[in-house]
């Protein structure tokens, strides 16, 4: 048992149906207690879906407890092909049928023999993966079970298309910007003279999923889902993937040097001239994105220097972190993800980058760290918002969670280079703007609000401040005041000095400055 | 003798989206200040409740979850052990004077032996251990509120005659703390007061349960206490003479115990919702008391004279309630009062006999206003329902959030069901909010498209 009071990734089956009601014509059909198709609900608001959730429930009450679902799951079933002719349903367990133990694999197979619609079981186990991982998983398993079922009845088409095509896959419904990065890596290999194939699940259909390898390669842009789903047709038809995630100057340069790589190794088979990308990324580099003039300009010289924490999910967290201290010369103190499954390659992505690595799904220690580390600015998700606002640090949200906000009606890539330039805005527009703080350096700040002591940690005061000491950090501003506050209190606390007065904070500043 | 029309009930499949009743903790953390509510179930539950409660979440609820994890499912854990480790951190953490533990669909099928555990680890921390079972398995949305209430109850203390004539002064003042004038006290009231005795159940906002303690005074009824209190060691003493009246209609299971377990009696009326309600709510306890009710026709004319610009915008407009957290029946009887007519009223379920006197109020309202009587429609099936409000085309439907933007796509104008739980329509001081609510998606339709005058509460409220 934990004690929890928040979690970053949600429970598994979760991500089974955002990938399932990501695509077209997809229903899910959950094996769960009244309340707990509340799915649809987060669906139809934050996301403000016009069409209803093709989720149902098939419910679990007492009755169901006592003698097993028998029938009901496989007459809801039935329902939904003859209401909705899906093309699929897809029977997704909770943590109630894994725990009653209910043969749905067998509802699926008697289900079938009668509807129309095709119908599988998520292959997911509740209590071993969370909400990205099963997505991740039940992306794979639906594809596999078209691949598959199209090899065997020899509907599979392997030839490549003729013009370059590519993948995309990992666009799906609650994602962090998703739509919008969809945009924007349509247009980017679209540039480069590279057609899309298809994207999938987001609006995909599965009577085309048989067509997928006939692109010339996949694009995973996100690392948390589609993985399983670019590898499996790697092994089995040698279709290359790539899974760089072009998000920032770099990285965006460096995927498309890789997709100028993967064109190259066929455009001497089929006799044309070989693509050279260089001249496009440096034209794109220079004007297109704004960022890396933006990084050069004056505004950015306040930055440098600055201390800021990332924390979110491993792809976001890992390239803000890389787009922080290589393109803008920001300090990060500390840079964090919430996927524990994939420590290792996150580790490896921030390796040198930050002072330390923060790698946890418990909000506590992720705040405990900020408010240790007291950072300018912070990135991360909807939790380091508030966390932030407790103690007083701007923030930038880069990844999920994320709340209705976080879903935006205009154009917010973070991907390719329309993407460079949001995210450039977006940490401007977190620091503290350059010249006003300047200003309150010089004239101590304009604020009269009282000393911010909030710390997340159970902050025990053992040490006494005078009223004329109290009022001494307030001159300071707001931005370093915690931070002052506690150099005095350490110091006094090394000296032995039970009492803060105000002659006590002069040594300790005395000590601490240069 | 003339019949009325009775309503007629019908059971679908129970395919209908709801809460889960473990969002009662959302409320009820609030209302009961010296509380701590831990979930224990799977994750599914802490995310629905993170989802659910969107902002209330970071300002430190006083509510966790007890997160199982697979070596619980399997009983590779000592249950005992691992909710006595959590509880202690709970008491440390925020010391409250009760925690509250809402088991979940998870324990109800690994058979966790909550009530048996509760005990022991009451007695070891020294701090009172409740244990409800709001799950979703039996249980939908606000009905969670009742399976806390109905816990609660077995820890009220026992009613005593004699001790309680010692405590009479202690009582009255404790009332009069929540009185807006208590200075009108005449000594011959008071004894008056004191003969009736009678508890209130059912989680308002502290200041609609004070307006409905003044309402109730007016008549020289007193309340001599709230089921639940505003603070856990502020629980009303229950027993035999005690009468107790529900102000919401989902709470049967603690009308069932209070009567079965703690010999009180229940004084059965409609649901202080809307001016008409909230009349005969007063009355029925007033004639329970033989009380002569005084001034409640004129007070509920002049609230009703004030309800007149919305009354303007629903008059014969057509409602649709989907069914979502049992306020349903007392929503449609204020609505068709208020002129309006009802499709059909979906709710989760319906016992008849807790809602008898609201659902006989409801005959009486539509043959006074001449409307026909709903359909009843327990156990929806949302997706046949949505087919019937295809054909029936209301001008108004009341949903869940899970169909209220599909169904605005559809040219279908929805209010979210869950407004009404949080709003304070009780009582006839707040009979504005539940109108405002309904008739905000007609007011904005109106606005946009012909112009018309804005009804707004800044402009109309003077």
């Known amino acids: 048992m934990k004690l929890a009071y928040w979690m970053y990734a ?46 149902t429930a098939s419910v679990v009450d007492r009755h169901v407890l006592a003698r097993g679902s028998q029938e009901k799951v496989i007459n809801n079933i039935s329902r939904k092909d003859e209401e909705q002719h899906p093309d699929l349903i897809v029977l997704t367990p909770t943590c109630t049928s894994s725990i009653s133990q209910e043969d749905l694999q067998n509802f699926v197979d008697r289900a079938s023999l009668s509807s129309e619609s095709d119908v599988i079981p998520a292959d997911v186990n509740y209590y071993r993966v969370n909400e990205l991982q099963a997505a991740d998983r039940t992306l794979e398993q639906i594809t596999r079970f078209y691949l598959d079922r199209a090899r065997k009845r020899s509907t599979l088409d392997r030839s490549v298309t003729n013009a370059p095509s590519a993948n995309i896959i990992g666009i799906f419904t609650s994602g962090f910007h998703n739509q919008h990065d969809c945009r924007e890596l349509k247009r980017l290999p679209g540039e480069l003279g590279i057609a899309v194939n298809q994207v999938i699940p987001e609006g995909g259909s599965l009577k085309y999923l048989k067509d997928l390898p006939r692109a010339w390669f996949n694009t995973v842009p996100y690392r948390e889902v589609g993985l399983m789903t670019a590898t499996f047709p790697e092994k089995e038809y040698g279709m290359p993937y790539i899974s760089t995630t072009p998000m920032g100057i770099s990285d965006t340069a460096d995927f498309i040097a890789q997709i100028g790589k993967l064109v190259n190794v066929w455009a001497s088979a089929l006799s044309e ?7 496009y990324v440096e034209n794109q580099t220079k004007f297109v994105s704004q960022a890396a003039w933006f990084s050069k300009s004056i505004d950015c010289q306040n930055l440098a220097g600055k201390e800021a924490a990332i924390f979110g999910d491993a792809t976001h967290a890992a390239s803000i972190t890389k787009i922080l201290v290589k393109e803008m010369g920001i300090r990060v103190s500390c840079s964090g993800t919430y996927c524990k499954h994939d420590a290792e390659w996150f580790n490896e992505q921030v390796q040198g980058l930050c002072d330390e690595v923060l790698v946890t799904e418990d909000h506590t220690e992720v705040g405990d760290t900020i408010a240790r580390i007291e950072p300018s600015a912070i990135f991360g998700t909807q939790m380091e918002r508030h966390i932030g606002k407790r103690i007083d640090i701007p923030c930038g949200v880069i990844s999920s969670p994320v709340h209705i906000q ?14 460079t330039n949001q995210i450039a805005d977006l940490i401007y527009n977190s620091f503290n703007l350059g010249m006003e703080d300047h200003s309150l350096d010089v004239f101590g700040g304009h604020d009269t609000k009282e000393v911010s002591t909030k710390s997340l940690s159970t902050d025990r005061r053992d040490i006494n401040w005078t009223p004329e000491a109290e009022s001494e950090p307030n001159r300071i501003p707001g931005f370093v005041r915690g931070r002052t506050k506690k150099n005095t209190e350490v110091s006094a606390k090394q000296n032995d000095i039970p009492e803060i007065t105000i002659d006590v904070t002069y040594a300790a500043k005395e000590k601490s400055s240069p | 003798m003339k019949t009325l029309e009775m309503p007629t009930f019908e059971c679908e499949t129970g395919n209908y989206h709801t809460s889960c009743p473990i969002s009662c903790v959302a409320w009820l953390y609030q209302k009961i200040e010296d509380s701590s509510f831990l979930v224990v179930g799977t994750k ?36 005992q052990k691992e909710l006595e480790r959590i509880c202690l951190r709970v008491k440390n953490d925020r010391n409250p004077s009760v925690i509250i533990w809402i088991g979940t669909c998870t324990t109800e099928i690994i058979k966790m032996d909550l009530e048996g555990i509760a005990p022991k680890l009451e007695k070891q921390l020294g701090i009172p251990i409740v244990v409800a079972r709001a799950n979703g398995l039996d249980h939908a949305f606000t009905q969670g509120e009742d399976t806390v209430s109905a816990a609660m109850t077995h820890r009220c203390p026992e009613y005593n005659h004699r001790t309680t004539n010692q405590r009479k002064g202690d009582v009255a003042r404790r009332v009069g703390v929540d009185m807006v004038a208590p200075n009108k006290f005449v000594s011959d009231e008071e004894l008056k007061l004191s003969r009736c005795n009678l508890v209130l159940f059912g989680s308002l906002p502290s200041s609609v349960a004070s307006q409905s303690n003044l309402e109730s005074r007016r008549q020289s009824v007193s309340v001599s206490g709230w089921l639940p209190s505003q603070r856990y060691t502020e629980l009303p003493a229950l027993g035999e003479g005690v009468y107790v009246c529900g102000v919401n209609p989902f709470l049967s299971r603690t009308a069932a115990t209070l009567m079965r377990r703690r010999k009180c009696q229940l004084i059965g009326s409609p649901f202080p919702i809307g001016p008409d ?56 009887r204020f609505l068709i009062r208020c002129g309006m007519v009802v499709y059909e009223v979906g709710i989760p379920y319906m016992d008849k006999r807790y809602q008898a006197a609201e659902l006989l109020l409801l005959q009486h309202t539509c043959e006074k206003m001449k409307k026909p009587t709903p359909r009843i429609v327990e156990k929806p099936d949302n997706y046949s329902q949505v087919q019937r409000m295809h054909e029936l085309q209301p001008d108004l439907a009341i949903t869940g959030m899970a169909h209220a933007n599909p169904l605005e796509a559809r040219d279908i104008d929805t209010k979210w069901s869950v407004e009404f739980t949080f709003a304070q329509i009780h009582g006839s001081v707040n009979a504005r909010d539940a109108p405002e609510l309904v008739t905000r998606p007609l007011r904005r339709r109106n606005d946009s498209i012909l112009g018309c005058r804005s009804l707004s509460r800044q402009t109309v409220d003077v």
């Open chain 2, 277 to 332: 309600g909230t009349r005969a709510w007063i009355e029925k306890i007033c004639s329970v008391f033989n009380v002569k009710p005084e001034g409640l026709e004129e007070r509920e004319n002049q609230i009703w004279k004030s309800l007149s610009d919305y009354l303007e915008v629903i008059t014969g407009k057509s409602i649709f309630f989907m069914g979502d957290n049992l306020l349903e029946i007392s929503l449609a």
């Open chain 1, 406 to 419: 976080n879903f935006p009606l205009g154009y917010r890539p973070s991907l390719g280079y329309e993407g």
């Open chain 2, 44 to 79: 599914t539950r802490g995310y629905f409740l993170q989802s659910a409660l969107g902002v209330m979440i970071f300002a430190e609820p006083r509510y966790a979850m007890a997160e199982l994890e697979e070596g619980d499912i399997s009983a590779q854990l000592n249950d």
């Open chain 1, 10 to 55: 949600g429970p598994a089956h979760i991500g089974t149906l955002r990938v399932a009601s990501s695509f077209r014509n997809v229903h899910a059909i959950m094996h769960a207690p009244l309340g707990d198709d509340y799915f649809n609900v987060m669906r139809s608001t934050s996301e403000r879906e016009r069409d209803f959730t093709p989720v």
């Open chain 1, 273 to 279: 001239k070989r693509l050279n990308y260089t001249l």
